[in-house]
């Protein structure tokens, strides 16, 4: 059986990584109530960018009923992230699409953004 591989084997420095998190955590008042799950993600996250990765994250929040819904925006988590980091997350607008494509894109080494809400 083949070893199980993790990011400290790879070579990331200009490389998109699409990483998926579980950022599903409560919110109150439009602020996150408790960041134990983003708290969770910081050690790979912070490695990926340490190594100049440039760093897309995803995740789900809540069930917004296949529809848009800003309660069940990301934003919120993203601002907790940047704080967290110390350096800005860029918010995409979408999870897919011409815009959220470009931001993609134009990521520098060392930088992260997150998807919108993929529900």
Do not use: W
Not at 23 to 47: C, H, K, M, Q, W
């Amino acid at each position: 059986m083949a070893e199980k591989l993790s990011v400290r084997d790879l070579d990331v420095k200009g490389r998109r990584v699409l990483l998926r998190v579980d950022f599903n955590v409560p919110l109150e008042n439009g602020e996150v109530s408790d960041g134990t799950r983003i708290e969770a993600a910081l050690p790979t996250l912070r490695y990926l960018l340490e190594k100049g990765a440039r760093v897309i994250l995803m995740s789900h929040l809540g069930r917004p009923k296949g529809k848009p819904d800003p309660k069940y925006s990301l934003r919120p988590v993203g601002d907790y992230l940047s704080r967290l980091l110390r350096q800005p997350v860029k918010m995409a607008p979408d999870c897919v699409g011409g815009p959220t494509r470009a931001l993609a894109l134009g990521l520098e080494d060392g930088q992260a953004m997150l998807l919108e809400n993929l529900r």
